[in-house]
C-alpha cells in the first residue's frame, strides 16, 4: 500500500517551509481560515497532477518574492516524486530521480481525490467539469483509453486547424476525420466500459451516506454525438456549422455526465448540504473503484468537511472514508468540529499512532 509518509513544501502561497512525517491513516490540519491548510492540500495535489484544484494561474501559487514553489514527497513503497513549479523556466518533474516527461507515471503512483467547495462544479459547473472526472477514473481503470485520448486530442487540433484555412483542403480533411472518428470511437468505448463498473459502486456509497433520492437520480452519459448516429455522418452533416465556429462541435471532446433528478439537473433540486453528500458519494466511489479494481491505493484531500454538513451527515461522510482504509488529509478551522464525542467514536476503531494532528498558523504547521 503506497502512502505518503514524508512531505516538504517550500515557496507555495503563504506556507513556511514545510518538512513533516505523516500518518499513514488520517491526517488532521486544523487552524484559523487563510492559515494555510488549504495550501498544503494543494501542495499534495499540485504533485500528483501538475495543476492547482485551486486556481489555474501559476503566478498566486509561488511565494511572493521566490521564483519557484517546490514539492517532494516520500511514499510508504519507497518512491520519491519531487516537483519544481518556476515562474520563468519550465517545471521539473521527477520520478526516483528521474526526469518525467509528463504526469503518467506520477498521476498512476499517487492517484488522489478532493472533496473540497470546488467539487460543487460537477454539479452546477460545465461539461469540462464532469469530463475531467469521468476520465480521471477512465485513465486508472480502463487500459489503452490514454492511447486513444491523444490520438484523439491530436486529430482534433489537425481538424480544427483545417476548419479555420481560408481553403478548406478536403483530402486532408478526410484523412483527419477518419483519424479522429477511430479514435473517438475507442475513447467513447472505454468511458462506457468504465461507467458500466462505476455505477453500482455508487449505488452502494450513496446508499450508505444519504440514499433517499437513489431512486430518482440518474446519471446520464452523453457521449457527444447522437445515440444510434455514426460520428463519421455526423461530422460531414454539421461540416458548414464546423467551418463557420473554426472548431468540431461533435465529439468526446463535448461529452458529458448529466446528474439528474426526476430530469432535472440536481443542482436546482438539492439543498447545498445534499449536493455536498452527492459529490462526496461520487469521489469516493471513483476512489474505491480504483482500489478494488487495481489494488492499489487512493489517497483522499477533505477540505473542510463540516461546512455546509450536519454532524450526522458529517460522520456519515467520514465513516464512510474511515471504511476505506485509505489515507485521508482532512483541514478544518476548529478541531472540536470534527472530534465532537458523536462523531468521535469514529477514530475508535484506529490506535492512537494511526492520527496525526496538525496546527497550522500562519503558513506554520507544527504537530
Given at each position: 500500500?503506497?502512502?505518503?509518509?514524508?512531505?516538504?513544501?517550500?515557496g507555495?502561497?503563504?506556507?513556511?517551509?514545510?518538512?513533516?512525517?505523516?500518518?499513514?491513516?488520517?491526517?488532521?490540519?486544523?487552524?484559523?481560515?487563510?492559515?494555510?491548510?488549504?495550501?498544503?492540500?494543494?501542495?499534495?495535489?499540485?504533485?500528483?497532477?501538475?495543476?492547482?484544484?485551486?486556481?489555474?494561474k501559476?503566478?498566486?501559487l509561488?511565494?511572493?518574492?521566490?521564483?519557484?514553489?517546490?514539492?517532494?514527497?516520500?511514499?510508504?513503497d519507497?518512491?520519491?516524486?519531487?516537483?519544481?513549479?518556476?515562474?520563468?523556466?519550465?517545471?521539473?518533474?521527477?520520478?526516483?530521480?528521474?526526469?518525467?516527461?509528463?504526469?503518467?507515471?506520477?498521476?498512476?503512483?499517487?492517484?488522489?481525490?478532493t472533496?473540497?467547495?470546488?467539487?460543487?462544479?460537477?454539479?452546477?459547473?460545465?461539461?469540462?467539469?464532469?469530463r475531467?472526472?469521468?476520465?480521471?477514473?477512465?485513465?486508472?481503470?480502463?487500459?489503452?483509453?490514454?492511447?486513444?485520448?491523444?490520438?484523439?486530442?491530436?486529430?482534433?487540433?489537425?481538424?480544427?486547424?483545417l476548419?479555420?484555412?481560408?481553403?478548406?483542403?478536403?483530402?486532408?480533411?478526410?484523412?483527419?476525420?477518419?483519424?479522429?472518428?477511430?479514435?473517438?470511437?475507442?475513447?467513447?468505448?472505454?468511458?462506457?466500459?468504465?461507467?458500466?463498473?462505476?455505477?453500482?459502486?455508487?449505488?452502494?456509497?450513496?446508499?450508505?451516506?444519504?440514499?433517499?433520492?437513489?431512486?430518482?437520480?440518474?446519471?446520464?452519459?452523453?457521449?457527444?454525438?447522437?445515440?444510434?448516429?455514426?460520428?463519421?455522418?455526423?461530422?460531414?452533416?454539421?461540416?458548414?456549422?464546423?467551418?463557420?465556429?473554426?472548431?468540431?462541435?461533435?465529439?468526446?471532446?463535448?461529452?458529458?455526465?448529466?446528474?439528474?433528478?426526476?430530469?432535472?439537473?440536481?443542482?436546482?433540486v438539492?439543498?447545498?448540504?445534499?449536493?455536498?453528500?452527492?459529490?462526496?458519494?461520487?469521489?469516493?466511489?471513483?476512489?474505491?473503484?480504483?482500489?478494488?479494481?487495481?489494488?492499489?491505493?487512493?489517497?483522499?484531500?477533505?477540505?473542510?468537511?463540516?461546512?455546509?454538513?450536519?454532524?450526522?451527515?458529517?460522520?456519515?461522510?467520514?465513516?464512510?472514508?474511515?471504511?476505506?482504509?485509505?489515507?485521508?488529509?482532512?483541514?478544518?478551522?476548529?478541531l472540536?468540529?470534527?472530534?465532537?464525542?458523536?462523531?468521535?467514536?469514529?477514530?475508535?476503531?484506529?490506535?492512537?499512532?494511526?492520527?496525526?494532528?496538525?496546527?497550522?498558523?500562519?503558513?506554520?504547521i507544527?504537530?
Open positions: 500500500m503506497s502512502r505518503i509518509e514524508k512531505l516538504t513544501v517550500t507555495l502561497r503563504n506556507l513556511a517551509d514545510v518538512a513533516i512525517e505523516l500518518s499513514s491513516r488520517v491526517n488532521i490540519f486544523h487552524g484559523e481560515n487563510g492559515s494555510g491548510k488549504t495550501s498544503l492540500l494543494e501542495a499534495i495535489h499540485l504533485l500528483s497532477s501538475g495543476r492547482s484544484f485551486r486556481s489555474a501559476l503566478d498566486p509561488i511565494t511572493h518574492g521566490l521564483e519557484e514553489a517546490v514539492v517532494f514527497t516520500q511514499l510508504s519507497g518512491l520519491r516524486i519531487g516537483l519544481a513549479k518556476s515562474r520563468r523556466r519550465r517545471h521539473q518533474l521527477r520520478l526516483q530521480e528521474e526526469t518525467q516527461r509528463n504526469w503518467e507515471s506520477v498521476a498512476r503512483s499517487l492517484p488522489l481525490q472533496i473540497d467547495s470546488t467539487a460543487f462544479q460537477l454539479l452546477e459547473g460545465g461539461p469540462k467539469a464532469r475531467r472526472f469521468l476520465d480521471w477514473g477512465v485513465f486508472h481503470v480502463e487500459h489503452g483509453f490514454l492511447s486513444a485520448w491523444r490520438d484523439s486530442k491530436k486529430s482534433l487540433a489537425n481538424r480544427n486547424a476548419l479555420k484555412a481560408p481553403r478548406l483542403d478536403k483530402p486532408q480533411l478526410e484523412a483527419w476525420d477518419r483519424e479522429f472518428v477511430a479514435a473517438s470511437v475507442k475513447v467513447d468505448a472505454h468511458r462506457s466500459a468504465y461507467l458500466e463498473r462505476f455505477l453500482p459502486v455508487f449505488d452502494e456509497v450513496y446508499t450508505q451516506l444519504e440514499g433517499s433520492h437513489l431512486g430518482t437520480l440518474e446519471i446520464r452519459y452523453d457521449r457527444g454525438w447522437a445515440e444510434g448516429s455514426a460520428l463519421h455522418d455526423e461530422l460531414r452533416r454539421t461540416l458548414d456549422t464546423d467551418r463557420r465556429y473554426g472548431s468540431t462541435q461533435l465529439g468526446p471532446q463535448r461529452a458529458d455526465l448529466l446528474l439528474l433528478l426526476d430530469r432535472t439537473p440536481a443542482a436546482d438539492l439543498s447545498r448540504g445534499q449536493q455536498k453528500i452527492l459529490v462526496s458519494a461520487l469521489k469516493i466511489a471513483q476512489g474505491r473503484l480504483l482500489s478494488e479494481s487495481l489494488g492499489i491505493d487512493c489517497l483522499y484531500l477533505i477540505d473542510d468537511l463540516p461546512s455546509e454538513l450536519d454532524p450526522e451527515n458529517r460522520a456519515r461522510v467520514f465513516a464512510t472514508l474511515l471504511s476505506l482504509n485509505a489515507q485521508l488529509f482532512v483541514t478544518c478551522v476548529e472540536e468540529s470534527l472530534l465532537l464525542a458523536k462523531e468521535g467514536e469514529l477514530f475508535s476503531a484506529l490506535a492512537p499512532s494511526e492520527i496525526a494532528q496538525f496546527h497550522v498558523e500562519h503558513g506554520r507544527t504537530a
